[in-house]
């Protein structure tokens, strides 16, 4: 019985760093002010008729906090990737020297940080609806147990300590990011 209550509380444990490992992996695609090649994460450039991320076709890399360089593995590719950067519309321009494609961030306005921070803020509750969502599927496996109701409120008080981890992580992890946005 032992077995079951540890394989519950387990799976709960991991839907809930599953939560928290796809919100990091969020947070990071939305923009702070600095460039970064994670900006560029999403977009995928027409690679001789499939589609392939920009990272398998290019090098990224941020010479300064301002500028992203992409250098094409192959050079004719110059063009498709430019093509994918304005197809994605996520506000950049990108500028093709023959060589590589250079491409300018703009720094951000209050308007648009603040934009973002909300971004960060929906993607954080997102986030905790998942954890939540766990420990309420845990808690109805529980509830299906043939236990003593006493075993039964220890598992979900264990359960509840699980999900006030991991919510309380949530936050931290927004309050990194919305500091790290509204920093100028």
């Given at each position: 019985m032992n077995e079951e209550i540890e394989f519950?509380?387990?799976?709960?444990k991991e839907q809930m760093q599953g939560t928290i490992d796809f919100l990091i992996k969020e947070l990071r695609s939305i923009r702070a002010g600095k460039a970064s090649p994670s900006m560029l994460a999403n977009i995928m450039v027409d690679y001789?008729?499939?589609?392939?991320?920009l990272g398998q076709v290019a090098n990224v890399n941020t010479p300064d906090a301002?500028?992203?360089?992409?250098?094409?593995?192959?050079k004719q590719m110059l063009t498709e990737i430019e093509k994918a950067i304005m197809k994605a519309n996520i506000g950049f321009n990108p500028?093709?020297?023959?060589e590589n494609i250079i491409i300018n961030v703009p720094p951000l306005?209050?308007?648009?940080?603040?934009?973002?921070?909300?971004?960060?803020k929906a993607?954080?509750?997102h986030a905790k609806v998942g954890i939540r969502?766990?420990?309420k599927e845990a808690n109805n496996e529980i509830k299906k147990l043939d236990i003593s109701d006493d075993m039964k409120?220890?598992?979900?008080?264990?359960?509840?300590?699980?999900?006030?981890?991991?919510?309380?992580?949530?936050?931290e992890l927004f309050d990194l990011k919305e500091k790290e946005i509204m920093t100028v």
């Open positions: 519950i509380v387990d799976s709960a001789y008729g499939s589609q392939t991320p301002r500028t992203i360089s992409i250098q094409p593995w192959e500028m093709n020297n023959g306005t209050e308007e648009r940080r603040r934009g973002l921070a909300k971004q960060a993607e954080a509750e969502n766990a420990r409120k220890n598992v979900e008080t264990d359960i509840q300590q699980l999900t006030d981890t991991f919510v309380k992580k949530t936050d």
